[in-house]
């Protein structure tokens, strides 16, 4: 699986949208991104994913750019509760490739600033 | 919708002690099922992997074992824990090995 680059700390204010970058510049045609989340002390909670095409679900959003080189997950309105670390992932998504193993970097940490 | 839960949430046990921890999910037939640990600043490590009962595959080679007594049981076991056993367990199920993973509440392991 592709390695990802994140920065490894971000302030963001309550209320207030959260962007956060990935960098993947070695994906290949057959991986998603996959977005993580950790906050302390608990499991980590799977956000998003895609291919090509930017997603959206009820957590968040995922926008990819057409080289597919970078990410960016968008939480539209932070709240404390989002104080977490975040891990972009990149993963094969094809038969007859790639392991079970999920890769986690060290991810993003964000804090959510009242 | 599925749910995935892991017991004890927290244990500290003396070295040379057995482990035994446990995770089930409900919502789903014949998932994969996972065992990571996540030791203190560092990755998530894969230590073993289920598609089925009875069928178990170790990716690292180490003190602790695996078993899968039911469709959605999964079981970490140890005879004699070591100090480095100490961490952060997860257990995690998918549909398949390509779909994605979804953790459980995760057991702290503290070996003393």
């Known amino acids: 699986d592709a390695k990802t680059t994140q920065p490894p700390s971000m302030d963001c204010a309550e209320g207030r949208a959260a962007n956060l970058p990935c960098n993947h510049s070695?994906?290949?045609?057959?991986?998603?991104v996959y977005w993580y989340r950790q906050i302390h002390s608990q499991g980590p909670q799977y956000i998003i994913h895609g291919l090509k095409n930017n997603e959206t679900n009820e957590m968040a959003s995922l926008i990819i750019t057409e080289d597919r080189k970078s990410s960016t997950l968008i939480l539209p309105h932070a709240t404390l509760r989002d104080t977490a670390v975040y891990y972009c992932?990149?993963?094969?998504?094809?038969?007859?490739?790639?392991?079970?193993?999920?890769?986690f970097g060290k991810g993003t940490k964000l804090s959510v600033i009242p | 919708s599925q749910t995935i839960h892991q017991w004890p949430a927290t244990l500290v046990q003396p070295v040379g002690s057995p482990l035994s921890l446990e995770c089930t999910v409900e919502?789903?037939?014949?998932?994969?099922l996972y065992w990571y640990r996540q030791a203190a600043g560092r990755g998530l490590q894969l230590l073993f992997y289920s598609v089925g009962i009875g069928q178990i595959s170790s990716e690292v080679p180490q003190n602790l074992s695996a078993s899968r007594p039911q469709d959605r049981q999964f079981i970490l076991s140890s005879k004699k824990l070591l100090l480095s056993d100490s961490g952060f367990y997860l257990c995690?199920?998918?549909?398949?090995?390509?779909?994605?993973?979804?953790f459980g509440p995760g057991t702290r392991l503290t070996v003393l």
């Open positions: 995690a199920w998918s549909l398949d090995r390509l779909d994605t993973q979804y």
């Open positions: 992932i990149v993963r094969v998504a094809t038969s007859g490739a790639g392991s079970y193993q999920l890769t």
């Open positions: 070695t994906i290949s045609g057959n991986e998603y």
């Open positions: 919502g789903t037939s014949n998932p994969n």
